[in-house]
């Protein structure tokens, strides 16, 4: 069945606190796995599911992300003239058609809810896509390509989800939902980082969304939620309250929590050894490292 989800919202407004003092001056977004910014994997991604609109909400101290979409003339040029092909080909990635890109402004940072709702007035009467940049997933089938096609069966709003370990619960969305065949779940209930040991299910929301239009008025409507924070969760929540379906999607493939520092690490390893460029030297640095480390003990 043809896609009709072709916009995605970024939110890229966050503090990024956990990355301090580094955010000072970087954006989270802009910081980079093996090579590439965080950034370039959501873009990456969100092209192999069909988007064509990027719809970012920044913040202020963000103008490195909107300055790397920029094409650079001055670079191309130079690597041209000095036959830098590969490279040219590299940056192309990196080059968005006018048009195609939008910044919208957060101008406090009072939520993933509220970052969501900046951008309103660009989704339009379809259902769009949600991309929070700091989860990275690696696998065969792009994450977001998985849900675009299995919401083209369910339709309602769909929530990546992975399992979690109990103590981890309260960091999360966690979704109350039902197997209903294959990756899909059909979700009774969810609630933003329950207190510990109140989770209804080990099975939490992470940084990918199709969401139908719905869930913006509801934005407009609800209050803030956990943390003081317009939460996107207790807008998707009203779906179910008012008898609307929402589907969680359990993806295929390995997520990495870049917006931690232990996961930015373990996805910056991942990834290395995954290079064919890099792989075998990587490692054999960390076969190393550990066998001094045992030696040591
Ligand atoms: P996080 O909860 O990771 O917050 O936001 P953060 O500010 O980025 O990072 P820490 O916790 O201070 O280290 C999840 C996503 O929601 C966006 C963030 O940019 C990130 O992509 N967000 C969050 C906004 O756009 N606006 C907000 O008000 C809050």
């Given at each position: 069945m043809k896609s009709r989800i072709t916009k995605a919202i970024f939110p890229v407004?966050?503090?990024?606190?956990?990355?301090?003092?580094?955010t000072?001056?970087?954006?989270?977004?802009?910081?980079?796995?093996?090579?590439?910014?965080?950034i370039q994997y959501a873009i990456d991604e969100a092209r192999a599911a069909g988007i064509k609109e990027f719809i970012f909400v920044t913040s202020r101290g963000k103008s490195a992300l909107e300055d790397y979409f920029d094409i650079a003339p001055e670079l191309e040029t130079s690597l041209r003239q000095s036959g830098k092909h590969e490279l040219l080909e590299t940056l192309k990635s990196t080059n968005m058609e006018s048009g195609a890109i939008a910044y919208i402004r957060q101008h406090k940072a009072l939520g993933l809810g509220h970052a969501v709702w900046c951008a309103r007035r660009l989704v339009g009467n379809e259902p769009f896509a949600v991309m929070l940049p700091d989860d990275v997933i690696a696998g065969d089938k792009p994450c977001l390509q998985q849900m675009v096609e299995a919401h083209a069966e369910t339709?309602?709003?769909m929530v990546a989800a992975m399992e979690v370990p109990a103590s981890r619960t309260s960091a999360y969305g966690i979704l109350d939902s039902q197997d209903i065949g294959g990756r899909v779940v059909k979700v009774q209930g969810m609630v933003e980082k329950p207190a510990p040991g109140t989770a209804p299910s080990n099975l939490a929301v992470i940084g990918r969304y199709i969401l139908t239009p719905k869930i913006l008025r509801n934005l407009g409507q609800i209050d803030s939620g956990a943390g003081g924070e317009l939460q996107l969760t207790d807008a998707i929540a009203r779906e179910l309250t008012e008898g609307r379906d929402v589907f969680g999607y359990r993806f295929e493939g390995q997520r990495f929590d870049c917006g931690s520092k232990a996961g930015f690490l373990?996805?910056?390893?991942?990834?290395?050894?995954?290079r064919p460029d890099l792989g075998a030297e990587l490692s054999q640095y960390l076969s190393d490292v550990m066998s001094a480390r045992r030696a040591a003990e």
């Open positions: 407004a966050g503090l990024g606190t956990r990355f301090l003092p580094a000072k001056a970087i954006p989270k977004e802009i910081m980079t796995l093996v090579d590439r910014p965080l339709g309602g709003c373990q996805a910056t390893v991942a990834f290395g050894l995954a």
